[in-house]
């Protein structure tokens, strides 16, 4: 295993029997509990001839610690943070190659003097995304991952008082390519909006639903294409809404503008 | 693939218990895995040893506990434990399910091997 991100093939073989379910409601309003510490610590012992305790060599010190508590904590941080200067935070997931970036370059120029907006844009390498999206009025950081799959709260905030100046209504996140492990890496958004292109066929919802399942939002880009693909619109909308039912889709084309004036809309109205 | 960031993180919780309890090393380390927690078991326990390399669990043996996912129609309030991702309710065919549990990723508790125990 690839000790950098976990990829690669195992050194012994494996395989998964079975899908793992995980779909839940997950509402982020509310920092995450957790327990845990000193407190819940204590140590096994056994007795000895004349019965007083004596301490075993192994030790068994029992905890309910979640796992992802500093995820978790910092994600929670940064959402006091943005709640606190009222900014609207918003996670773009999908596969590498769906138009997010387009999307955002799109959504910035229509945006410029109306809403003020800031990015925060992930990679494993490169800045090339940061500077298609530098220009158009709002301030723009980019992360390089290195080797990391998805983006991360500790990360996305050291650059938040960075990245939003006085007066940010708007943070848009936009993660790595990947429609697994974002999903289960809270950032301390104010809500996920995953994506998917006519390209991509119609059931990326069924077959990733850690990310479809907590979406707050869902945008099919690349419609300009439809005419010229065996993609069936019904299908894909149909599935959307099996895996999250009533979630708000917006199907659009950066590319020629269709269906963006929906998308302009619903942006302005979550800060106004 | 995210296993091994989540390997990396309970690591860091089991050594951190190691060091408050003075101990050399770490003889067990059980997790408990939500079936809704977004973590495969099987890549869990393979990211183990190599997150735990040059730590004091380095040869610490992983205890992995199910547990299930549980879901309560909102609808009929017939509970279950549902096959995801398309959660329908046996008992009145609707969707509008309302979580229960399985969303855990624990860690429950850690075996330490103490050499010289303390009286």
């Known amino acids: 295993m690839c000790k950098e991100c976990g990829c690669g093939e195992p050194e012994h073989g494996h395989s998964h029997d079975h899908a793992h379910p995980h779909t839940h409601d997950h509402s982020h309003d509310h920092a995450h509990p957790h327990t845990g510490g000193p407190s819940h610590e204590h140590a096994d012992h056994t007795h000895d001839a004349s019965g007083a305790p004596v301490p075993r060599g192994d030790r068994v010190v029992r ?6 508590s500093r995820n978790d904590e910092a994600a929670a941080r940064n959402r006091a943070w943005l709640r606190e200067r009222g900014i609207t935070a918003v996670n773009l997931i999908s596969a590498p190659g769906t138009g997010k970036t387009l999307l955002l370059e799109k959504t910035l120029e229509a945006l410029e003097g109306r809403v003020p907006c800031a990015v925060i844009t992930g990679d494993q390498r490169t800045d090339n995304d940061a500077r298609r999206l530098a220009g158009k009025g709002a301030p723009v950081r980019q992360i390089e991952t290195v080797s990391a799959c998805h983006l991360d709260a500790e990360r996305v905030g050291e650059l938040l008082p960075t990245v939003c100046e006085g007066g940010t209504r708007l943070l848009f996140i936009e993660n790595v390519g990947n429609l697994v492990c974002p999903a289960a890496f809270d950032l301390g958004e104010s809500f ?13 919802p069924i077959k990733y639903p850690s990310l479809f399942t907590r979406a707050g939002a869902v945008v099919i880009t690349k419609m300009d294409l439809a005419p010229h693909l065996d993609w069936d619109l019904s299908a894909c909308r149909r599935n959307i809404q099996g895996v999250r039912p009533g979630v708000f889709t917006f199907e659009l084309s950066a590319k020629t503008g269709e269906g963006m004036q929906g998308w302009l809309e619903y942006l302005e109205r979550l800060v106004s | 693939m995210h296993e091994l960031s989540v390997a ?18 770490v003889s067990r380390v059980t997790v408990t895995v939500g079936a809704l927690s977004g973590v495969d078991p099987a890549a869990l326990r393979l990211a183990f040893p190599v997150a735990a ?3 004091r669990a380095a040869a610490a043996r992983l205890d992995i506990v199910d547990q299930p996912a549980r879901a309560r129609c909102r609808d009929c309030g017939h509970e279950s434990a549902p ?7 046996a008992a009145c065919g609707s969707t509008d399910a309302e979580i229960l549990g399985g969303r855990d990723l624990v860690l429950t508790s850690v075996e330490l091997d103490t050499a010289d125990p303390e009286t």
């Open chain 2, 8 to 25: 990396l993180a309970l690591l860091e919780q089991v050594e951190a218990v190691a060091e408050r309890n003075r101990a050399e090393r």
């Open chain 1, 192 to 204: 996920k909006v995953a994506l998917l292109s006519t390209t991509e066929g119609e059931d990326k």
């Open chain 2, 53 to 55: 390399e040059e730590t």
């Open chain 2, 83 to 89: 096959e995801f991702p398309l959660a329908v309710c």
């Open chain 1, 63 to 68: 905890l309910e610690q979640k796992v992802l």
